[in-house]
Each structure stands twice: as structure tokens, then as C-alpha cells.
């Protein structure tokens, strides 16, 4: 059993920053990949930022005012977002594919809401 917990969500004004946190923790042998999705309503949801071995993709919507994360040795991923635009405004989901003893995994946490709104 995995699990995800989100941390860090919340209000802020357009231009202000937040810090998202996601730590994951249970049967863990290792992790291959990290991220953060979002879903604003009536909208899909969407992939925002991963990091796999180091290296980081990106949605072009946030280049350049998010940065993503890892300390793999706490099993931690973090989203820092500066330069928050109201159409930021979604719940972040976290997202790991996580080696356990039943093969390759995939698991979300349950989100965490962040509004931009002045």
C-alpha cells in the first residue's frame, strides 16, 4: 500500500507564490517518477510538472514560474509556483509510479485546492 499526501495548498493573490508538498509513504522499494497534475472544474485534468531522474518536463503554461523538486531520500516532491495567474486556479494532484513488491504503480494523491484570486 502507497500513499500520497498534499500539502501546501491555498489563497493567494495573482503574482503571489506557493509552495505545494507531497510526501509519500508505505510498501516503497523506490520511486521512478514524481508529478503534479490539475483539474480546474469542467476541465481535464492536466499534467503541470514530473521529474524522473532528475530530469523535468514541464506543461508550457507554467515555464519559467514553477519549479519542481524531489529529495528522494525522504520520498518528497515539491512544486514551488511563483507568479500565480488566476487561471492557476485548479485542484494539484500529486502523482507517483512507485516500484513495490507488485511491479510498477501508479498512485494519486487526493489534491490539494489552490485559488488565485485577489
Known amino acids: 500500500q502507497v500513499q500520497l499526501v498534499e500539502s501546501g495548498g491555498g489563497l493567494v493573490q495573482p503574482g503571489g507564490s506557493l509552495r505545494l508538498s507531497c510526501a509519500a509513504s508505505g510498501s516503497i522499494l523506490s520511486i521512478s517518477l514524481m508529478g503534479w497534475y490539475r483539474q480546474a472544474p469542467g476541465k481535464q485534468r492536466e499534467l503541470v510538472a514530473t521529474?524522473?531522474?532528475?530530469?523535468?518536463i514541464y506543461v508550457d503554461s507554467v515555464k519559467g514560474r514553477f519549479t519542481i523538486s524531489t529529495d528522494n531520500a525522504k520520498d518528497t516532491v515539491d512544486l514551488q509556483m511563483n507568479s500565480l495567474k488566476p487561471e492557476d486556479t485548479s485542484v494539484y494532484y500529486c502523482?507517483?509510479?512507485?516500484?513495490?513488491?507488485?511491479?510498477?504503480?501508479?498512485?494519486w494523491g487526493l489534491g490539494t485546492q489552490v485559488t488565485v484570486s485577489s
Open positions: 521529474i524522473s531522474g532528475g530530469k523535468t
Open positions: 502523482h507517483a509510479a512507485v516500484w513495490t513488491k507488485s511491479g510498477l504503480t501508479l498512485h
